[in-house]
């Protein structure tokens, strides 16, 4: 059971930096739907992600289409805004792998692959009259987290003692 980020045609390369730093500490591997906002080789997005890029299990796919084939029948989750569903609602704890799909940063996923599939299309709650949209990384954070700890955090440290502990 595999938690994947799937960014779709992601603009911002501090973004996916930050979202490769969460792909790294909850062992999620990272799908990127090209084309890609960015060089992978821009200086910001290594900075957003430090050291972690060794330790992110990354995946680039052509297009849609080409993701889609790979994908095949597993269970694929759209997360936007404009779903009646929140993502806390399902059940991650199935034993199967889940792939969380995000639309770029300033027009989200297609209108027309959101329709097709209007019932695999998650929202996370909020105040849409504040704010048109949670900072793409953020909301990455969120869903990934709700299906591990629906799941236990499989493989991950809940206690961790360090060298130097603060709390000694």
Same mark, same amino acid.
């Given at each position: ?19 490769a730093?969460?792909c790294?500490?909850?062992?999620? &591997?990272l $799908? @990127? %739907?090209?084309?890609l906002?960015?060089? *992978? ?8 992600g430090? +050291? ?22 597993? &269970?694929? $989750? @759209? %997360? ?5 569903? *929140? ?9 199967? +792998?889940h792939?969380?799909m ?25 105040n849409?009259?504040?704010?048109r ?36």
């Amino acid at each position: 059971m595999t938690n994947h980020i799937v960014l779709f045609e992601p603009q911002i390369p501090a973004n996916t930096g930050n979202i490769a730093r969460t792909c790294a500490a909850t062992n999620s &591997p990272l $799908h @990127l %739907i090209e084309p890609l906002g960015f060089s *992978t080789d821009d200086k910001h997005l290594k900075r957003a992600g430090l +050291d972690y890029w060794n330790d992110v299990n990354i995946t680039y796919h052509k297009d849609l289409a080409a993701f889609l084939s790979f994908l095949g029948d597993q &269970p694929l $989750h @759209l %997360i936007t805004k404009f779903a009646n569903q *929140t993502y806390s609602e399902l059940d991650y704890t199935d034993g199967k +792998d889940h792939y969380f799909m995000f639309g770029k940063e300033t027009t989200g996923l297609p209108e027309t692959f959101m329709r097709q599939n209007s019932e695999k299309c998650l929202r996370i709650p909020m105040n849409d009259e504040h704010v048109r949209s949670l900072n793409l990384s953020n909301t990455v954070a969120l869903v990934v987290y709700e299906a591990l700890r629906q799941q236990a955090f499989p493989n991950l440290e809940l206690k961790h003692h360090y060298d130097n502990d603060k709390l000694d």
